[in-house]
């Protein structure tokens, strides 16, 4: 009985542990978007890879971009460009947790750039827009902290 009382605990620590790394960016090895840059999705309406040369750091996070205008761009107003709740899935957001992106899943609403786990979640997620908008807005305080 300890013993599994133990790896209960060792488990529930891991999973604390795991969820105290993730932030509020979702930044693999600290690149967010997957490397792909944020201005481009409003600029050329598809995802573009961003280059190392061109970077800023926004919210503990390396954002990339195809070009320096991109990049000042996203510098003068990073909340116009970037990805709504941290760049996580929109839709993982709107039922209450974080998910990862498919860089290319993506969708402009309102003058804000949304992001989703893949192309079946996108397709999910541009049938009631307005309300998983709701939604993920009224989650992403508590999100934001998982």
């Known amino acids: 009985m300890k ?9 529930m620590m891991t999973i ?5 790394v993730a932030g509020e ?4 090895d600290g690149v ?9 999705y409003f600029k050329q309406e598809k995802p573009v890879k961003g280059l190392e040369t061109y970077s800023v750091t926004y919210k503990d996070a390396l954002f990339l971009f195809a070009s320096a205008d991109n990049r000042d761009a996203f510098q003068a107003n990073p909340e116009t460009y970037a990805p709504q709740y941290g760049g996580y899935c929109a839709y993982g957001t709107a039922s209450g947790y974080k998910a990862p992106i498919d860089p290319a899943a993506f969708t402009i609403t309102g003058g804000k750039l949304y992001l989703n786990y893949n192309k079946g979640v996108q397709k999910s997620w541009r049938q009631d827009t307005t309300g998983y908008i709701r939604k993920a ?6 999100v934001k902290t998982q």
Do not use: C, F, R
Request: glycine fraction near 6%; charged fraction near 10%.
């Open 137 to 142: 807005d009224e989650n992403w305080p508590v």
């Open 25 to 28: 960016i979702n930044a693999a």
């Open 16 to 20: 604390v542990a795991t969820q105290a």
């Open 32 to 40: 967010a978007i997957s490397g792909y840059d944020a201005v481009a």
């Open 3 to 11: 013993m599994v009382q133990y790896l209960i605990g060792v488990l």
